[in-house]
């Protein structure tokens, strides 16, 4: 039965895909693909080893506040405010699943398989928000508040990245976390524009159209990350093909602080190569997101920003340095960002609120957003899982210098 899934997604793979529109013929994008391996795990994640030291216990901490404000039907907290305890905020289903891939990331630093079980407990109930209507459309894709955004299934495949990296396995329960891959894969070529970039949301109800005016700034870069991780998992050279056309169409864009296209920098420079215009283009990246320091730093401006910023830097400190490109300039600047986050983790608090050890008990680990805003979000938190995690490994690679 495995073998028979595995060439109908081949034969799936070398059709046709197509994008319904509502004032243009559907998109279609032809392309040919490489089998899919029929084993299981497909490849050996490869894992860079993190030393001990006060940020890895940081990003432990972030990971037991994350746990110990998990539900039992595994619904992750979103938001609070750590003063007056509301929970009033509507919550983002693809940030929380990306807080899912975050406690697999946890799991896989630390050595601690309590993360990876609440893990899983957390991608079982959003996985519920998957679909799928053949007639309708392409894939699988991940619906929330009347539609599919781009950005569920990339952030569903990077989640099972995430637990795969921690657990070289692709089986939740009765899943077949592998196969929900590459259907969310195929979901996401089939939102290609003509022009190379995406459409950014799709309406699965009868007609099936997109949205051609609804944009999230982080979509493109994300979409491109899960291309890049479904090369990584799968070895089908497809999933790079398409990497390679959506990065250059990205860098026709203008530059700005992209964690997420910093993310898929270092992922080529792993995986692939870079070339001159990607090393330019991501010391551009860097430039931008430096060139903010000072008002990044202000007391006013958000720790989940600055998260984003130490995550954009530390990537493109790795991709250079798998690249032989000097990464050093680089290292300064993402402890200073470090610093600022880390004075909001609690027990430790800048702006001097009155912490009480109730307070520290319920919220110790979380990151709260600014003076003016003191809530707990899971996208700050997953974020400096992310960026921390980074910079810790790439402190590794250049050790091994």
Request: with cysteine.
């Amino acid at each position: 039965m495995l073998k028979k899934f595995f060439w109908a997604l081949l034969i799936l793979a070398n059709g046709l895909y197509a994008c319904a529109s509502p004032t243009q013929p559907p998109v279609e994008i032809s392309f040919t693909s490489t089998p899919v391996a029929t084993t299981f795990p497909i490849r050996t994640p490869e894992i860079i080893s993190i030393k001990n030291s006060p940020l890895k216990k940081s990003i432990i901490e972030a990971g037991d506040y994350i746990v110990r404000q998990q539900l039992p039907n595994g619904e992750l907290s979103y938001q609070v405010n750590i003063i007056n305890d509301d929970r009033a905020y509507a919550p983002s289903d693809i940030r929380l699943m990306a807080g899912t891939g975050s406690l697999y990331t946890v799991c896989r630093v630390s050595g601690d398989s309590k993360y990876c079980n609440a893990g899983d407990l957390a991608l079982n109930h959003y996985l519920e928000n998957l679909i799928s209507d053949p007639e309708r459309f392409k894939g699988i894709c991940f619906y929330t508040n009347g539609s599919c955004p781009l950005g569920g299934a990339s952030m569903t495949i990077d989640a099972i990245y995430k637990r795969w990296q921690a657990t070289s396995g692709f089986t939740l329960t009765d899943k077949n976390l592998i196969a929900i891959a590459i259907d969310l894969g195929y979901f996401i070529v089939s939102m290609r524009k003509p022009d190379g970039g995406f459409y950014h949301s799709f309406d699965p109800h009868f007609g099936g159209i997109v949205d051609e005016n609804y944009f999230v700034g982080t979509f493109n870069g994300e979409s491109l990350v899960a291309l890049l991780q479904l090369y990584e998992m799968t070895e089908n050279d497809f999933w790079l093909e398409q990497a390679h056309e959506i990065n250059d169409y990205m860098m026709t864009q203008p530059i700005t602080e992209d964690h997420k296209h910093a993310h898929a920098f270092a992922l080529l420079a792993r995986l692939d190569k870079l070339n001159k215009d990607d090393i330019a283009y991501a010391t551009e990246i860097a430039n931008v997101i430096i060139a903010g320091q000072v008002r990044s730093l202000n007391p006013a401006n958000t720790s989940t920003s600055t998260a984003t910023k130490i995550e954009a830097l530390s990537l493109i400190a790795q991709s250079f340095y798998l690249s032989n490109i000097d990464s050093e300039w680089i290292e300064r600047e993402i402890q200073t960002f470090i610093t600022f986050v880390s004075a909001r983790q609690l027990p430790n608090n800048n702006c001097n609120f009155e912490i009480t050890d109730e307070m520290i008990e319920k919220y110790k680990g979380g990151i709260y957003s600014n003076c003016e805003d003191p809530s707990i979000r899971i996208d700050g938190l997953q974020n400096w899982i992310n960026g921390i995690t980074a910079f810790l490994e790439y402190e590794s690679m250049i050790g091994t210098k």
